[in-house]
């Protein structure tokens, strides 16, 4: 399973775009990048996946450089609700793996 | 997207006693894993449920404490045996179809013991 590493806290205000990156050297070949939202009193939410290059959809983009080795998840225009933890985890999705999180971002809007 | 719903939502219990934590899935999903969150941490795999065979404990956990039981694809039940104000937390059940594709959470049990 590969370390992640990522900011421990953030703090943006609303209307802002937030970059989250990951540092993940040990990426495999077959690993792909998901990212997660956790409200409080709330378990993970699923947010955005991807394996390289760019992914978007409705909630955010997922920015992955040629080597593999970080990503950064793109929030456009955060608002109060968009605080609150984000987590990055990487893993091969086509095999039967335990899901390991790290230590996570903790994202704070400020009005 | 698979839905889960866990329950009950909370409980306090007392010292010594024993509560099971239902997690059911409106889908098969391949995989279910227990979780346990303090507050302010993370998430913290306990174990894989395994269906219909013994469950696959993180380090730290045992069968004897954490009996875990899969009787098919959309059930699980993680029971917390003995309690201890230690097991506070919340537990959280998930599930996916194969590993490390998206992940879905049950709202988690709140659990406080005296």
């Known amino acids: 399973l590969a370390k992640t590493t990522q900011p421990i806290s953030m703090d943006s205000y609303e209307g802002q775009e937030v970059n989250i990156t990951c540092s993940h050297n040990?990426?495999?070949?077959?690993?792909?990048i998901t990212w997660y939202q956790q409200f409080p009193s709330q378990g993970p939410r699923f947010i955005i996946q991807g394996y390289k290059t760019k992914v978007t959809n409705e909630v955010a983009s997922l920015f992955i450089p040629a080597d593999r080795k970080s990503s950064t998840l793109s929030l456009p225009r955060v608002s109060l609700s968009d605080t609150a933890v984000y987590y990055c985890?990487?893993?091969?999705?086509?095999?039967?793996?335990?899901?390991?999180f790290g230590k996570g971002t903790r994202l704070h809007i400020l009005p | 997207s698979a839905v889960i719903s866990q329950k009950p939502s909370r409980d306090i219990c007392q010292r010594g006693t024993s509560l099971t934590i239902q997690c059911q899935v409106d889908?098969?999903?391949?995989?279910m894993f227990w979780y346990r969150q303090q507050p302010g941490q993370s998430l913290t795999l306990i174990a894989t449920a395994n269906q219909g065979s013994e469950a696959t404990y993180e380090s730290g956990f045992v069968i004897d404490k954490f009996p875990i039981s899969r009787p098919n694809l959309t059930f699980s039940t993680l029971t917390v045996s003995n309690m201890s104000p230690e097991d506070s937390s919340i537990y959280l059940c998930?599930?996916?179809?194969?590993?490390?594709?998206?992940?879905?959470f049950g709202s988690g049990t709140q659990l406080s013991v005296l």
């Open positions: 998930s599930g996916t179809g194969t590993g490390n594709e998206k992940l879905f």
């Open positions: 889908s098969q999903v391949t995989m």
């Open positions: 040990n990426i495999a070949t077959n690993d792909y």
């Open positions: 985890l990487v893993g091969d999705v086509g095999r039967d793996d335990k899901i390991i």
